[in-house]
Structure formats: structure tokens, C-alpha cells
């Protein structure tokens, strides 16, 4: 029986263990999401398809009540 490779977390788990943690919380990085936003057309900054311009333009209140309402923060 084949065995895998060391997972380079069990470095982390071990020492973990060695010092006596009972609880490590793993967090999971933005690059998965990075990957899947590209993926789906997302950017930073956003950059709207030109077909969202030509949507808004016509649609003059819309535009205007987006414009000069609350600000989103």
C-alpha cells in the first residue's frame, strides 16, 4: 500500500500537539475565492460589461435615484 505524501499542515499539527494546544482553528485563504471570482468575471476594481452602461443609460431615474441616494459604504 502506497502511502501520500506529508501534508505540509502536518508540520503545524505536530508542533501544535507538542506544546500542548487542544483546539487549532484553521482558516481557509482568499485564494480559493480569488480563483472562483475570476472565474465568474468578478474584479477588483469592478469593471461593468459594457452592456450594464448601455442597461443604465436607458434608464434615466434609476440612474438618477442611484446617483444622489444613500451612499453605500
Known amino acids: 500500500m502506497r502511502h501520500a505524501a506529508p501534508s505540509p499542515w502536518s508540520s503545524y499539527v ?9 483546539t487549532l482553528v484553521v482558516a481557509s485563504g482568499p485564494l480559493a475565492s480569488e480563483k472562483r471570482d475570476l472565474h465568474h468575471g468578478l474584479s477588483m476594481p469592478p469593471r461593468p460589461p459594457v452592456a450594464d452602461y448601455f442597461d443604465a443609460a436607458t434608464r434615466p431615474a ?7 441616494g444613500r451612499k453605500m459604504t
Open 14 to 22: 505536530s508542533r501544535a500537539r507538542a506544546v500542548g494546544v487542544e
Open 62 to 68: 434609476w440612474l438618477w435615484r442611484w446617483l444622489t
